[in-house]
């Protein structure tokens, strides 16, 4: 049997194979293009957003002292001539937040591990570290 499309004129039962190919081109080539485009827009979110933390920390363990104190480990990383300031909390055993308090860490060197003590209004059972951040510069 002998192939319709060979026998058929031009354009008269659809496209050509050459028009066919020509779009197949241009739709690889479009989505090569926004491939790269998402590319670089994830590189570019993931760079800002790690160049943005300067300061960080992390909660290396505690221990509940007593109903009203927990005291606190923190190892926090930071680059020397800047001051941290790391916010943590302790929470009660039903979940309810029993303290917070804001802790800074002015040492020279661009990494600090210190135990802090967080005074609490009721007994302690967990401790979270909110985050860490750059510390306003005094006003004085």
């Keep these: 049997m002998a192939d319709v499309r060979a026998m058929a004129p031009e354009g008269r039962y659809g496209r050509s194979g050459a028009a066919d190919a020509r779009t197949d081109r241009r739709l690889k080539i479009i989505g090569l293009v926004l491939g790269v485009l998402l590319l670089g827009f994830v590189a570019w979110a993931g ?30 990383r930071k680059p020397a001539d800047t001051d941290g300031v790391c916010t943590v909390r302790a929470q009660a ?43 306003p510069a005094d006003a004085g």
């Design 93 to 135: 055993e039903d979940g309810l937040e029993v303290g917070r308090a804001d802790f800074r860490f002015d040492e020279s060197g661009d990494s600090a591990h210190r135990t802090v003590t967080l005074r609490t209004t009721g007994r302690a059972t967990s401790a979270e570290l909110m985050g860490c951040s750059q510390a």
């Design 47 to 76: 760079v800002s957003y790690i160049g943005e933390q300067k300061v960080s920390g992390e909660l290396t363990g505690f221990q509940v002292v007593s109903d009203e104190q927990i005291d606190v480990n923190l190892a926090v």
